[in-house]
């Protein structure tokens, strides 16, 4: 079986950090985060990033982060960016990681969390609600179509969800 981590993978504001928080301290592991990665190796944070460098060089470092990936010890739990899987060739990388966890969230809930953000370039300006919606639309079935594992955030906590995926992994379904 090929590096078997567990990827967590999902719109921005799913909760992908806090849920893989949760999840790699039951497993007593490091949160290993594609965003955070990039802010360290850039020295920068990722609007930043993308102010000086652009998205395409983001997007590139997103791809290298993840073949970087390929080589940790087995076990670890993996948080991405929204748009990492947007790439195809991001998509084989995950897949060759380990078990693709999709966080899917509705855009009511997006919008509720993500009101007043700062941090999410692609959301900044007018129309977030637009934005949201027509990313979210390009997205999903991306999202579905790469994920080992479909679980629904909305009106539940990280330790609910958290739950929800140990039993799923313990019941040891296919990937
Ligand atoms: C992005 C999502 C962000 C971050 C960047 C781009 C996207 O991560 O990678 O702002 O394209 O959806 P989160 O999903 O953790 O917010």
Do not use: C, W
């Amino acid at each position: 079986m090929l590096g078997h981590h567990m990827i967590l993978i999902g719109f921005m504001g799913a909760g992908k950090t806090r849920v893989g928080r949760e999840l790699a301290d039951r497993y007593q592991k490091e949160l290993i985060d594609t965003d955070q990665r990039i802010e360290a190796i850039a020295g920068m944070s990722i609007s930043r990033l993308f102010e000086v460098r652009g998205e395409p060089y983001f997007r590139m470092m997103e791809t290298k982060v993840l073949e970087e990936l390929l080589h940790l010890e087995a076990g670890q739990v993996i948080a991405t960016g929204g748009g990492l899987p947007m790439r195809e060739e991001n998509r084989k990388l995950l897949h060759e990681l380990g078990t693709v966890i999709y966080l899917q969230v509705d855009a009511g809930t997006i919008l509720q969390r993500l009101q007043g953000d700062e941090t999410r370039p692609l959301l900044q300006g007018e129309g977030a609600e637009e934005k949201i919606h027509a990313l979210l639309s390009d997205r999903e079935p991306i999202y579905r179509g790469i994920a080992h594992r479909i679980v629904k955030v909305d009106h539940r906590t990280p330790e609910e969800i958290a739950d929800e995926i140990v039993q799923s992994m313990k019941k040891g379904e296919k990937t």
